[in-house]
């Protein structure tokens, strides 16, 4: 059973940076596409930044230059290393395959960018 667990939200100011961590079990991450998507409330889920098997890495515009996908393949786990945080990033993160799989999703991490 595959099981992915997000952690490393929290409240943050404006300006300021979070590393969001998605460990994996039941699942070797590198040799899937993974991404990190986020959810606002009234929005869509949108994917925010993926990385390949070979180690590509892909970014949506709005947080092109601010955000950083990794992977450490040790500890089987994908990151998310935001920066220069602003209000609209505000969300529900998740992480989860390219393309998706329903039964992959996990509770998220809540990130709140406010002053």
């Known amino acids: 059973q595959v099981q992915l667990v997000e952690s490393g939200g929290g409240l943050v100011q404006p300006g300021g940076s979070l590393r969001l961590s998605c460990a994996g079990s039941g699942i070797i991450l590198s040799i899937n596409t993974m991404g990190w998507y986020r959810q606002a409330p009234g929005k869509q889920r949108e994917l925010v930044a993926f990385i390949t098997r070979i180690g590509s890495t892909n970014y949506a515009d709005s947080v092109k230059g601010r955000f950083t996908i990794s992977r450490d393949n040790a500890k089987n786990t994908v990151y998310l290393q935001m920066n220069s945080l602003k209000p609209e990033d505000t969300a529900q993160y998740y992480c989860?395959?390219?393309?998706?799989?329903?039964?992959?999703w996990g509770q998220g991490t809540q990130v709140t960018v406010s002053s």
């Open positions: 989860n395959a390219v393309p998706t799989f329903k039964t992959y």
